[in-house]
């Protein structure tokens, strides 16, 4: 019977394995209910990025990235971005929330510890 090998990347892909994509429950996909949040609440500004929140009974998250930003390919990097930053700051808000995120055109610097910083010092230090 032989051995099984240890391999340095065996580990590295055990480490990377996360949930990639929302879950059906925390997609805020009606469009009434992104615009009522939307006008009622002071969005918060980083770059061409509109950050709105709100208390809610469960997370939601909502991300419209306008036309404007050309190419398939950067609307889903920012989209990952957004999403990891999501998933990232979630254990620092003490109540649930619905996070709405308005790119209205290509952000000049996207970068996702900018963007972490800015959720945690607006929105989580002044709850």
Do not use: C
Not at 113 to 121: C, G, M, P, T, Y
């Amino acid at each position: 019977m032989a051995a099984e090998r240890y391999s340095p990347e065996d580990e590295q892909k055990e480490e990377k394995r996360f949930q990639l994509k929302l879950r059906k429950s925390e997609r805020l996909v009606d469009w009434k209910k992104h615009f009522l949040a939307i006008s009622r609440i002071k969005p918060i500004k980083y770059d061409s990025i509109l950050i709105s929140a709100f208390p809610r009974d469960k997370w939601e998250l909502s991300i419209v990235i306008k036309k404007n930003v050309k190419g398939a390919y950067k609307r889903n990097r920012i989209k990952r971005i957004i999403r990891e930053v999501y998933r990232t700051t979630k254990p620092f808000f003490s109540k649930p929330m619905a996070v709405l995120f308005t790119v209205k055109s290509n952000p000049k610097k996207l970068s996702y510890h900018e963007l972490q910083a800015v959720i945690i010092e607006n929105l989580v230090n002044n709850k």
